[in-house]
């Protein structure tokens, strides 16, 4: 059995050194694995970085133009060797013995299509405008900075789908299409640190806006996987789950439990002038998303 890493990255010079030096690192021997990187059109030194590897680890470089990680993480695909295919992100931190776990895996559970693993981060760093992925349990979301699959079944199902272009939903999509031909089991011990980064106002309420069209794009696709898996419908999940319960628990638990609104700080205000902006743009977002799609 082999496996090929495929590492999408745009524009991270200075993060993605270090994730390969992560993955040069692990004691699964070296001729049973291959890193790929899909450069999706950056224009800093990533090219050069990436290069500057290929004769100290089995990294190969791939550059396309820019479409997204989905697209890159398909490009890796059509050129991986392996039949295993394992996803990771450009930052994060990799334990030694993530790839063996991997291997163990699918040499204990032959049947299986995929494995995932626990995602966890920084608590202390999250916040409303801050980025990270959270996955402690099987819960239907299997992000693809701690996922593998048996490249057959990615093959079948033609890798990520293209109209999600942005990074939201197409990791949740391409596994529940890989659900179709096997079971994906969840491993704790498989454990990956995704650091938490901070965003401005404008890049996260352009996420925003694509993180409601997608998830109407994900219900479209799949309607009983998602009232089965995430939530009867999209509106109720994007307010309440999304809105309403990550970002208003998250300022009562963390500023009022922990008596911080005594520090007024300018991330204080950045986060309620965000969280104001957000409740408006998520509020003409939805009925937009709704009236479009009664109108098909």
Known sequence: MFISIIIPTRNRETLISKTLDYLDNQNLSKNLYEILVVDDGSIDETERIVKERVHKCSVRYLKKMREGPGAARNLGIKHAKGDIIAFTDDDCIIPSGWLKNIYDSF???????????????????????SHQVVNLRPKGVFPTCNIAYKKQNLEKIGGFYHKFQYPHNEDVDLAWNVLKHGNIIFKDSLIIIHPSYHRNIFKKLIWTYYFVKYDFLLFDRHRKLYKELRCKNPWKYIYF?????????????????????????????????????????????VFFFIYRHNKK
């Open 107 to 129: 040499i204990n559970n032959p049947d299986i299509a995929g494995v995932e693993g626990k995602t966890i981060t920084f608590i202390n760093k999250i916040h409303p405008l």
């Open 241 to 285: 789950d999304f809105y309403i319960k990550c970002n208003y628990f998250f300022l009562l638990r963390k500023y009022i439990k922990y008596k911080k609104l005594k520090t007024f700080s300018i991330l204080t205000f950045e986060i309620a002038v965000f969280l104001i902006l957000q409740g408006l743009l998520l509020f003409f977002l």
